[in-house]
């Protein structure tokens, strides 16, 4: 099998589509989704190693369908999910080749541990990558900048290491007063006393503050500062020696946001079992009342409608426990476009009568880097759910691929949609924020701390003016390429 596993789930139900996937995503897994056994042949690879399966669908019963199965997936493990009155087509479900079965209404941590239990040796292995990714970063050599000022603050010199973390030459900044052209105007006074005490205690250290980089950027350093004297003692300059501390600042800033996350994340495990519980209660209430109404059109909408509800609190149970999980990478090589396309085949069946484009444009020099495939699809999957959802056919989607000068991939993606307003533009990634009439507003969120686990960005760019519509725009930095190169 390879790396990347996936899932294959087969519901013609869409909300119980959308919540089964939800369930599954939270453990990171890569999830197909089909509505039908013939989309479900079209969509079997080798990569599939799980496929659960409705009993009941809209091209036959499932018995009839797994031997098929078992031929197009014979690595893959095939789950049922049938009703309690149907156990006796699920004994033959067995005899056909089913490997496990769940009741309805599932338990989404009954499916979760059936999940992890067949996919537990291949997330070890993974596991085991990361941590070996993590610690040859650990250990890999720190740079210092070393910077001379003369007594006047006025730039002397500086080393490459600076140059290529501020993006500036020493040509261009020569004689320059340093803090006018790397300092932000707000810590300007702060800095000239730190200087000013150096010159006259002979020393000084331990002090942080931003500078400000070619881009506009803001680098974090650590400064040792000491004074330089010529032959007749008499002062000649200030030596300063500074570590780039920025990725420091921003783990410890991750580090107590995923401990704020934990805490959440325990607080919504605990709600979320308790309140499954209930829906479980009101699900069998509604199936027997459902029996009970017979054929009466009123009450079967209104039945309906508190279904659907159900459904829309559990899935905001789920999602809002999804935002709250610790992100943990299993970085592969692997091409964005590679990705981009899944995702957008995997929506196929949102698209049924519909004209919708993807508009593909590539300019990159070197085609793969190192990332979270699963994630990242998850990141395309909320983009072009999204646009889907903004836009009136006939529906495009631009999505561009680009190189940065430092090795950063570029992604741009944009639609014909109605686009963001100011304040819809300012807030997007908030949590539970949502343009949508239906939604728990953590997609984008959850977009944001994916890209940010790649130690990337994601921004509301310019509106594309030839199409209009909303555009995004994110980075994905190489695991091994510093952010200050």
Not at 298 to 320: F, G, H, Y
Request: proline content about 3%.
């Amino acid at each position: 099998m390879q790396d990347q596993l996936s899932i294959l789930l087969v519901e013609d139900d869409e909300d119980t589509r959308a919540t089964l996937t939800d369930v599954l995503e939270i453990d990171g897994n890569d999830v197909l989704v089909a509505s039908t056994i013939s989309e479900a042949f079209r969509l079997i690879d080798e990569a599939v190693a799980i496929i659960i399966l409705d009993r009941k669908l809209p091209d036959g019963p499932a018995e009839r369908h797994i031997p098929t199965l078992r031929d197009l997936a014979p690595q893959a493990d095939i789950v049922v999910v049938t009703g309690y009155a149907d156990m006796d087509s699920t004994i033959s479900a067995f005899r056909s080749g089913a490997s496990d079965f769940l009741i309805k209404p599932i338990n989404p941590e009954a499916l979760r541990h059936t999940v992890c239990r067949i996919l537990q040796s291949k997330r070890v292995e993974l596991e085991l990558r990361q941590e070996q990714q993590f610690a040859d970063r650990v250990l890999s050599t720190a740079e210092a900048i070393v910077l001379v000022l003369d007594p006047e603050g006025k730039i002397v010199r500086f080393n490459p290491y600076f140059e290529r973390l501020s993006g500036r030459k020493l040509d261009e900044v020569r004689g320059k007063e340093w803090f006018a052209t790397f300092v932000p105007p707000q810590d300007h006074d702060l800095i000239q006393h730190v200087f000013s005490t150096t010159t006259t205690s002979g020393s000084s250290s331990g002090v942080i503050n931003a500078i400000i980089t070619s881009d506009g950027t803001e680098r974090q350093i650590r400064w040792c500062n000491t004074t330089l004297e010529d032959s007749a003692g008499n002062l000649d300059g200030v030596l300063a020696v500074g570590v780039d501390v920025t990725d420091i600042i921003d783990a410890q800033e991750k580090i107590a946001q995923s401990e704020r996350l934990a805490a959440i994340g325990q607080t919504m495990a605990s709600l979320a079992h308790e309140s499954r519980n209930a829906l479980q209660r009101i699900q069998s209430g509604l199936e027997l009342l459902e029996l009970d109404i017979g054929d009466d059109p009123e009450a079967t909408k209104d039945l309906q409608t508190v279904q659907r509800a159900a459904t829309d609190l559990n899935s905001l149970l789920e999602e809002i426990r999804s935002f709250a999980a610790p992100i943990h990478l299993h970085r592969v090589q692997a091409d964005c476009k590679d990705i981009y396309r899944r995702a957008w085949r995997n929506l196929e069946s949102s698209r049924v009568g519909r004209t919708c484009e993807l508009i593909e444009i590539d300019d990159r020099k070197h085609h793969k880097t190192s990332l979270d495939a699963q994630r990242m699809e998850q990141v395309f999957r909320n983009l072009f759910e999204n646009a889907l959802a903004a836009t009136n056919d006939p529906a495009q989607i631009h999505i561009t691929l680009s190189q940065a000068d430092n090795g950063d991939t570029v992604v741009s993606v944009s639609d014909n949609g109605p686009g963001l307003t100011r304040d819809q533009a300012h807030r997007i990634f908030e949590p539970f924020y949502t343009t949508k009439t239906r939604g728990t507003g953590l997609g984008m969120a959850i977009v944001k701390r994916i890209i940010d686990a790649h130690g990337g960005d994601i921004i509301v760019a310019h509106r594309n003016s030839s199409i209009g519509g909303a555009s995004f725009q994110m980075t994905i930095t190489p695991e091994n390429t510093s952010n200050g190169f």
